[in-house]
């Protein structure tokens, strides 16, 4: 049982580049969830869904795209990579409402904007 | 806006208490406790509903005032494997009692037990 796959594991972008990272889950979760984390912080929510062709914005969605066009899968669209968005991203999914249910997270996705 | 928790950071060795305490200036459907060791995703540890209940996981356990917006974590008798960062997710209630289904997390407690 994989959980929460995210992908890639670490990334350099250059300024204005833009990338797309990968989150997947086998758990059948209809809530999943986009988040960022800074170096010694907590984490901010960026883009969250509730079920395939249904997101909206969280805390800090400038800079982000996303789509759920299945429920296992919600890709996170960086578009122009700026400096400020070198993070680790973590991806999380949850049975229905988040409120009520853990969240399941993936090892998260290092990335660097040079 | 991001629930306040306190302490920033504390240090233990292996046997002693520990509290973390988690406060929000919104009313309070839920509290989220998770634990994130260095370089790793965050960990589920509990989750807490208004009604002021009380939880157990072995020596973790937590408690919720609905009244006063607060949570806190108790860590008893601490092992070394307890060492990590402790966040607190909140889901905010809405007119209608219930909530939206979003957490907003805490700035984090960086917990360090010794031998």
């Known amino acids: 049982n994989a959980g929460v796959t995210q992908t890639p594991k670490f990334r350099i972008l250059k300024i204005g580049q833009s990338m797309t990272l990968q989150c997947a889950q086998d758990?059948?979760?209809?809530?999943m969830y986009w988040y960022r984390q800074d170096p010694g912080m907590g984490l901010k929510l960026i883009y969250y869904?509730?079920?395939?062709?249904?997101?909206d914005k969280g805390e800090v969605p400038n800079g982000y795209n996303v789509s759920r066009s299945t429920t296992e899968d919600f890709p996170l669209r960086l578009e122009l990579a700026a400096p400020s968005q070198t993070s680790v991203y973590f991806c999380?999914?949850?049975?229905?409402?988040?409120?009520?249910?853990?969240?399941?997270f993936g090892d998260g996705t290092r990335l660097s904007i040079l | 806006q991001q629930p306040v928790q306190s302490p920033q950071a504390v240090i233990l060795r292996e046997g002693e208490d520990a509290v973390i305490n988690c406060s929000s200036s919104?009313?309070?459907?839920?509290v989220h406790w998770y634990r994130q060791k260095h370089g790793e995703a965050p960990v589920f540890l509990m989750i807490?509903?208004?009604?002021?209940e009380q939880k157990g996981h072995e020596k973790i356990s937590a408690s919720f005032n609905e009244k006063k917006q607060q949570s806190s974590l108790y860590l008893t008798a601490s092992q070394l494997s307890y060492s990590g960062t402790y966040f607190c997710g909140t889901a905010r209630s809405n007119a209608g009692g219930t909530s939206y289904g979003k957490l907003t997390f805490g700035q984090g407690t960086i917990l360090t037990v010794h031998p």
């Open positions: 999380a999914s949850s049975y229905s409402r988040g409120v009520g249910q853990p969240q399941h």
């Open positions: 758990m059948n979760h209809n809530y």
């Open positions: 807490l509903l208004k009604g002021g």
């Open positions: 919104k009313a309070l459907y839920s």
């Open positions: 869904s509730v079920g395939a062709g249904i997101t």
